[in-house]
């Protein structure tokens, strides 16, 4: 509370302005937060109204306070909705991606970029890495729901709210299932 009213007063009454600087300022709590273990949280689960497709998704805090919260447990159900939609998504994180899977993926763009001149042909196979990242790993994808969250990705989301909860918000791990796959 004494955040926003310093905020507030700051700002000169200006509402917005006041939510910017709340934002510059939490930034900098969100890097303290990040090292904090996490040890409760929530599961959650979206199954398609088909049911062809389910997913379950844990997602973890710091308190129990915060995974019992409303926007925590609702970002949780909309993560797993996400996941149910994107069947192409592998991973939480880049650095979960094993180095195999990236070798093998950047020797095929090399491949595909091989008639073009040489001088670019690795700016060309890291863009395509770059989009490929964006297909498998769910931080780096924008939410299905793009105009819900204003086009922000699942990390800006996940950013944002534990920003809003002042904890450390992790996706420690997901699992989609599917019929016929």
């Not at 930034?27 to 398609?48: C, D, P």
């Not at 069947?87 to 993926?105: F, R, S």
């Amino acid at each position: 509370m004494m955040d926003c009213k310093n905020a507030l007063t700051e700002a000169g009454g200006d509402g917005a302005k006041a939510e910017e600087i709340l934002r510059v300022k939490m930034g900098n709590k969100i890097g303290k937060l990040a090292g904090r273990e996490t040890s409760e949280g929530t599961v959650q689960a979206y199954v398609h109204a088909t049911g062809k497709v389910g997913v379950l998704v844990q997602v973890e805090c710091n308190t129990d306070f915060v995974a019992k919260n409303e926007d925590f447990v609702d970002f949780a159900k909309d993560l797993a909705l996400h996941i149910a939609a994107s069947p192409q998504t592998k991973y939480v994180t880049e650095e979960e991606i094993p180095q195999a899977d990236k070798d093998a993926e950047a020797r095929v763009f090399e491949q595909q970029a091989a008639d073009k001149p040489e001088n670019i042909r690795p700016k060309i196979v890291e863009g395509k890495l770059k989009a490929w990242y964006k297909d498998v790993v769910l931080l780096d994808q924008e939410h299905v729901n793009g105009d819900k969250h204003d086009g922000k990705t699942i990390e800006q989301l996940r950013a944002d709210l534990s920003a809003k909860t002042g904890e450390n918000v992790v996706i420690k791990r997901f699992t989609r299932f599917a019929v016929g796959e």
